[in-house]
C-alpha cells in the first residue's frame, strides 16, 4: 500500500526524505500491509522519516484503500497531536497549521527502477499499417511502442490515447515481468475531419506503477487530414427505390469513440452508440417481399460473399448476415449487409458495376428491421463519406434531420395495428355499417423524419366535411424512423361515404387518405394468421419461407360481410393438408388448416402455399414454406447442381439463364438420355406473364419437340403456368442433357406487382424414377432503376471505362492509339459512332443478365483490338479486312439482323454467340484466309454475303489453306463478291447431317491446281 504526497515542496521532500529523484509530481512511501505501521524509505530511519514528516507543514496526506494506523500512532506537530483509528473515509485534520486531507486511493507497488518507457506513436491503417494521415472521413487508428523495465506479474495499467481531446483508454494491460521487455497497442474510433490534429499518447497516466523515470510515458504529434483521396471512382447510391418512400436514412455512423456518447457527422441523432455504417431502412417486410434492390456502389471485383441465412429477424443478435463486400482498387471497399436470404446475385472474383444489381434489402443477422447496412472502408478503415460528399460520391445525400416528413406506407384496419407494423397492418379498403358494426376503425401510418417539437394533427373528416377527431402532438426528439395508429373507435357509423384522415406536421399536409364507409355487405377478405408464432399476420407475398419440418397451423379468417370462399389450396411438392380443404368461412369467423410435411425422399422442399378465393382484393393469396427431410439418396439418383448466384431478370427483358455452368450426371446409366425427363418450375413468386423457356445456346422450339441445331432432342409437355418439362429424345446424349439444363431461362412478366422474388425448382428424372435431389434457382426481379445519363464527346485518348449509365454521344468518338476504352456491364450507348484507331482497345465487359447494349455503330480499324462479351449489338459492328484471332475476342453476344460485317478470318468467331431470326452476316471481299477456316451453320444466320466493290471484289483462299463451309448455309453476293481459290487452295463443302445442303449464289473462280470439294452443294 501507499502513501502519496501530492503538492508538496520538492526540496523540502528531498531534505526530509533524503531521496534524490522524487518524479514528476508524486513521492511514495511504503507501508507494510501487514504489520499497519509507517515504514521508513530509503535510507532514513523511521523514527526519522515520521519524525520530519511531522514536524514540517504538510499540504495534504492522502492514504490507500483501507489504510489504518495502530492505535496510539499520532501525526502532528507539537503543538497539536490526534490519534486516528480506522480512516475509512476522507477526514481533514490539523497538522501544525495546515489541514492534512486523508483519501483512499488505489493499492501500489514499489519495484526497485520499474519504468514505462514510450518509444513512438504514430497513425495506422485499419490493418495497422502506418500511414502519414487518413481520408477525410476515415477512422482514426493510433498504435503506441513501449518498453518496460523490472515489473512484476501483477502489474497493470492502461495506454491513453487522445484525439483532439477526446481520449479512448486501452484495455487493462497485465502481467508484464521481465526486463527490456517491447510491446505495442493500437486503437482506433475516432474520424478525421477537415484540417490539422493533435494526438496524445500517454502509458499509465494514472500512476498506477511507481516508476524511475515518470517524464518517458507521453508522446504528442499532430497530422493533417488527407483531401481529395485516390478514390477510383465516386459512389452511386447503393440502394434502388424511391428515397423516403421506399427507404429512409434511419442512422448514420457514430463518430464518437467514447461509450455511452453518441454522434453523427453532423453532432445529430441519427445513429446508435458504435453504429458502423448507414442503416437505409424499408417501410416493413412487405416492402422487403417487393424486392427493393441493392446495387453495387461503385465498379469492383466482389471479395466476399455470404448468403442463406434467415431474412426475417427482428432483434439484434449474434447470428450470421448475409452481405456482399466488393473491392474497388486502392484500399477501398464497400459492404451491403442485412440482404434477402437467395437473393445475392455475385459470386466472389466476379467483377460488378456501378449500379449493377448485387441482391435485395433484407434482415438478415443482427436487425430489427428490413434495411441495407451500407458500410464504405478505406484499408479496412471505416469511412464516413459524409465529411466530404462531392468527393465521395455522384449524387447529393441531403442530412437525414433537414429533410421532410414523408410517408412511406399507411392503411386502415379494423383492430390494432402495432403488432403488425414490421410486417405490414392488414388493410380494409371499405367499411360496411351492416356488416362491420362491431369493428373499431384504425388509420396507420409509417413517416420518415420527423423533427423533435415538430407541430403535429391528425383529423378524421366526415362525410359532409366535418372534422369529428382530431388528435395533437409535439415529440421530444426527432423521430427517425416513426409508426402511429390511430382509431375513431366505432365513429366511424355516424354517416355513411368517403371519410378522411389527413396529417399535418407543422401544417404541411403529410398525407390524406380516404376509406368509403356503406351500409352494403362489405366483400369477403381473407386474413392469416400463424399458430406457431402467437397469431402474427402472415402477409400476401412473404418471401421469408415458414419452416413445417412437421406440421404447422394457420387461421384462415374471414373480416370481410360476404362468406369467403376457398376454391383451392394448392400446396409445393412435399406437402399436404391434414384434413379436409375449407370451402366456405363465414363472415367474423376462422377455421384452421395444419399443413403437413409428408415428403418420404431426403431433400430440400420449398414453395408457396397458395389459397385461391373470392377476396376481391387478394384472389390468390400466398407465402412461401419449407421443409428439410434428411438421409442418404438412392443408389443411381441423378445430380444436377445449380452452382452459380441468383439471377436478375428486368421485367420485359429478354430470357435470363438461370445457370450457364449447371451440372449434371448420373454415372449408374448408360450414357444415352432416352426417357429421361427435365422439369423447371417456378415454385414460388409466380407473376402472370412469367415463362420459362429452353432459349439459349441454339436451342429452338417447333411445334411440341425442342430442338438443338436444328436435331429434335425431346418433347416438350404441355405449356402451364410457370411450369418447362421436356422428355428426351432416344438419341440425345448426356452431354445434350447438360447442355439442356444449361440454356433453361426466365422471362419475367411485365404485369403490376411483377417485381420481387421468384424461386425455381429444376429436377432431372431417370428412367428408372429415381429423381435428382432438386436444384433451385432464386431469380431477382427488380424495379426499374433509372439510369444515369452522361453525354460524351470527346475522343478517348487515356484508358477510360464507362460503367453504370446511359451514355449519349454527341458526335463521332474515336478511341485513339494508346488508349483503352472499357465498357462495363449494364452500359447503354446511344447515337452517333465509336471509332477505334490502329494501336487502340476497346473492351466490352456484359453478362448474359446484364449486358452492354450498343446502339451506336462500332468500327475497329486494322491493328486495333476488341474484346466483346455479353454485349448486344443492335447497330452495325465492322471490323478491318486485316484483323485476325489475336485482334479479335468475340463471345456470348446476341446481334440484331445485318449488324455484322467482318473479314472471313473472323467469321469462326460468331458461333460462340446468338443471332436474331433472319439475321446475315456480311463479310468483307477483299481479303485473304490467314489460316484453316471454318464457316459454321449458326442458328437463324440465314446466309453469309461476300460484300465487295470495284476495288474488292472477292474472298482469296491461297495455296496451303483451306474453307470449309458447313450444311445448310447460303451463300450470296453484294456487289460482286465472291470467291478465288488459288493453286494448291481448297473449298470444302460437304454434307454432315443428311436433308443439308450449301447453296452458293456468288461468283466462284477455281484457278490451276485449286480444289472444289463440295457434296451436296
Known amino acids: 500500500m501507499w502513501i502519496w504526497l501530492r503538492n508538496l515542496n520538492r526540496d523540502l521532500i528531498r531534505q526530509h526524505l533524503g531521496h534524490s529523484s522524487i518524479g514528476k509530481h508524486w513521492r511514495l512511501i511504503s507501508r507494510n500491509v501487514f504489520s499497519s505501521r509507517i515504514e521508513p524509505s530509503a535510507r532514513i530511519a523511521e523514527s526519522e522519516a515520521v519524525t520530519r514528516f511531522l514536524a514540517n507543514p504538510i499540504k495534504r496526506v492522502i492514504a490507500a484503500t483501507a489504510f489504518t494506523l495502530n492505535c496510539g500512532t499520532t501525526i502532528g506537530g507539537r503543538r497539536k497531536r490526534k490519534t486516528y483509528q480506522h480512516l475509512g473515509a476522507c477526514y481533514t485534520s490539523r497538522v501544525g497549521r495546515s489541514p492534512a486531507e486523508i483519501q483512499l486511493l488505489e493499492q501500489r507497488v514499489l519495484l526497485s527502477g520499474a519504468n514505462l518507457q514510450i518509444t513512438d506513436a504514430f497513425l495506422v491503417s485499419g490493418t495497422d499499417q502506418e500511414i502519414s494521415a487518413p481520408a477525410l472521413g476515415q477512422m482514426i487508428f493510433v498504435q503506441a511502442n513501449w518498453t518496460t523495465e523490472d515489473l512484476s506479474s501483477s502489474n497493470d495499467y492502461v495506454v491513453r490515447f487522445t484525439v483532439d481531446g477526446v481520449p479512448i483508454n486501452s484495455s487493462v494491460i497485465t502481467g508484464q515481468a521481465g526486463t527490456g521487455l517491447n510491446y505495442s497497442w493500437w486503437i482506433g474510433g475516432w474520424f478525421a475531419t477537415e484540417g490539422n490534429h493533435t494526438v496524445s499518447v500517454v502509458i499509465d497516466g494514472a500512476n498506477a506503477i511507481l516508476e524511475s523515470n515518470e517524464l518517458d510515458n507521453t508522446r504528442v504529434f499532430s497530422f493533417q487530414t488527407m483531401v481529395n483521396s485516390d478514390l477510383p471512382i465516386q459512389f452511386s447510391t447503393p440502394i434502388g427505390g424511391v428515397p423516403s418512400r421506399d427507404w429512409t436514412v434511419v442512422n448514420y455512423v457514430d463518430v464518437d469513440p467514447r461509450d455511452g456518447i453518441v454522434a453523427d457527422y453532423l453532432g445529430g441523432p441519427f445513429q446508435y452508440d458504435g453504429h458502423n455504417g448507414w442503416d437505409l431502412t424499408l417501410a416493413n417486410f412487405a416492402s422487403m417481399d417487393r424486392g427493393i434492390p441493392i446495387l453495387a456502389a461503385a465498379d469492383g471485383i466482389v471479395s466476399a460473399v455470404d448468403d442463406g441465412h434467415f431474412d426475417r429477424e427482428t432483434s439484434f443478435n449474434s447470428n450470421p448476415w448475409n452481405f456482399v463486400k466488393i473491392d474497388h482498387g486502392n484500399g477501398w471497399e464497400t459492404i451491403s449487409g442485412h440482404l434477402a436470404a437467395g437473393t445475392i446475385t455475385v459470386a466472389p472474383g466476379q467483377t460488378v458495376v456501378r449500379g449493377q444489381v448485387i441482391g435485395f434489402a433484407g434482415s438478415a443477422g443482427a436487425s430489427t428491421d428490413a434495411h441495407l447496412h451500407f458500410m464504405v472502408l478505406h484499408d479496412h478503415a471505416l469511412v464516413e463519406t459524409n465529411y466530404d460528399q462531392a468527393h465521395y460520391w455522384n449524387v447529393a445525400w441531403p442530412y437525414a434531420g433537414n429533410q421532410l416528413t414523408t410517408l412511406m406506407d399507411a392503411g386502415f384496419t379494423d383492430s390494432n395495428p402495432f403488432n403488425d407494423f414490421r410486417e405490414r397492418p392488414a388493410t380494409k379498403n371499405a367499411f360496411s355499417r351492416t356488416s362491420d358494426s362491431g369493428a373499431s376503425l384504425w388509420v396507420w401510418y409509417r413517416l420518415s423524419q420527423i423533427p423533435a417539437n415538430a407541430d403535429y394533427d391528425v383529423q378524421w373528416i366526415r362525410p359532409d366535411g366535418a372534422v369529428v377527431l382530431k388528435s395533437t402532438g409535439k415529440p421530444t426528439q426527432t423521430e427517425r424512423y416513426a409508426a402511429y395508429a390511430w382509431t375513431i373507435g366505432g365513429g366511424w357509423q355516424q354517416a355513411i361515404g368517403v371519410w378522411q384522415v389527413q396529417l399535418r406536421v407543422n401544417g404541411q399536409l403529410i398525407f390524406s387518405k380516404s376509406i368509403l364507409v356503406t351500409d352494403a355487405i362489405s366483400p369477403a377478405e381473407l386474413r392469416i394468421r400463424d399458430s406457431a408464432t402467437t397469431n402474427s399476420i402472415v402477409i400476401n407475398g412473404r418471401t421469408t419461407p415458414l419452416e413445417v419440418n412437421s406440421s404447422r397451423t394457420f387461421s384462415l379468417n374471414n373480416y370481410g360481410g360476404d362468406p369467403l370462399q376457398i376454391s383451392q389450396i394448392l400446396l409445393p411438392e412435399g406437402f399436404s393438408l391434414a384434413g379436409p380443404t375449407p370451402t366456405l368461412i363465414n363472415p367474423g369467423n376462422s377455421t384452421n388448416i395444419t399443413v403437413k410435411f409428408t415428403a418420404t425422399r431426403p431433400d430440400l422442399y420449398l414453395g408457396d402455399i397458395v ?5 376481391a382484393t387478394d384472389p390468390r393469396y400466398s407465402f ?16 444436377v447442381t445449380l452452382a452459380q448466384a441468383a439471377v436478375i431478370a428486368l421485367p420485359g427483358q429478354s430470357p435470363a439463364r438461370l445457370d450457364p455452368l449447371a451440372f449434371f450426371e448420373d454415372w ?37 419437340n425442342l430442338l438443338h441445331d436444328g436435331l429434335i432432342i425431346g418433347t416438350l409437355g404441355a405449356t402451364q403456368n410457370g411450369i418447362l418439362s421436356l422428355q428426351f429424345a432416344r438419341d440425345a446424349s448426356f452431354a445434350e442433357i447438360q447442355s439442356t439444363l444449361r440454356s433453361v431461362s426466365f422471362a419475367a412478366g411485365t404485369a403490376i406487382g411483377g417485381p420481387g422474388q421468384r424461386i425455381i425448382r429444376v429436377g432431372v428424372t431417370d428412367p428408372a424414377g429415381h429423381q435428382c435431389s432438386s436444384a433451385y434457382r432464386t431469380v431477382d426481379v427488380p424495379q426499374n432503376i433509372p439510369p444515369i445519363v452522361m453525354s460524351i464527346s470527346r475522343d478517348i485518348t487515356s484508358d477510360t471505362s464507362w460503367s453504370g449509365a446511359t451514355f449519349n454521344l454527341l458526335n463521332e468518338i474515336h478511341v485513339r492509339s494508346g488508349a483503352t476504352l472499357t465498357i462495363n456491364s449494364g452500359v447503354l450507348i446511344n447515337r452517333y459512332s465509336i471509332i477505334v484507331d490502329r494501336g487502340a482497345r476497346i473492351v466490352f465487359s456484359g453478362t448474359t443478365n446484364h449486358p452492354v447494349t450498343l446502339n451506336t455503330a462500332l468500327l475497329i480499324n486494322d491493328g486495333a483490338f476488341i474484346s466483346m462479351s455479353g454485349t448486344r449489338v443492335n447497330s452495325l459492328l465492322t471490323c478491318g479486312r486485316e484483323l485476325d484471332f489475336a485482334s479479335v475476342i468475340l463471345t456470348e453476344n446476341s446481334f440484331a439482323p445485318n449488324s455484322v460485317l467482318i473479314n472471313p478470318n473472323l467469321v469462326p468467331l460468331l458461333a460462340e454467340n446468338t443471332f436474331d431470326t433472319g439475321s446475315t452476316v456480311r463479310i468483307l471481299a477483299g481479303t485473304t484466309l490467314t489460316a484453316d477456316r471454318t464457316w459454321r451453320r449458326i442458328t437463324n444466320v440465314v446466309n453469309y454475303q461476300i460484300i ?30 465472291g470467291f478465288i481459290v ?17 447453296e452458293f449464289q456468288c461468283y466462284i473462280e477455281i484457278q490451276a491446281n485449286g480444289h472444289l470439294d463440295s457434296i451436296h452443294s
Open 668 to 704: 449408374d446409366s448408360p450414357p444415352t438420355a432416352a426417357n429421361y425427363r427435365l422439369v423447371a418450375e417456378v415454385v414460388s413468386g409466380f407473376q402472370t406473364g412469367d415463362t420459362l423457356s429452353f432459349s439459349a445456346n441454339g436451342y429452338s422450339r417447333s411445334g411440341s
Open 948 to 977: 465487295g466493290d470495284f476495288a474488292h471484289q472477292y474472298v482469296t483462299v491461297p495455296a496451303g489453306r483451306t474453307l470449309t463451309i458447313n450444311p445448310g448455309n447460303l451463300i450470296t453476293d453484294g456487289n460482286y463478291g
Open 624 to 639: 412461401r414454406i419449407k421443409g428439410t427431410l434428411t438421409g442418404t439418396f438412392i443408389s443411381g439418383t441423378p445430380i
Open 982 to 998: 488459288q493453286g494448291a487452295g481448297k473449298l470444302v463443302t460437304q454434307c454432315l447431317r443428311e436433308g443439308l445442303t450449301t
Open 611 to 615: 389459397i385461391v378465393s373470392n377476396d
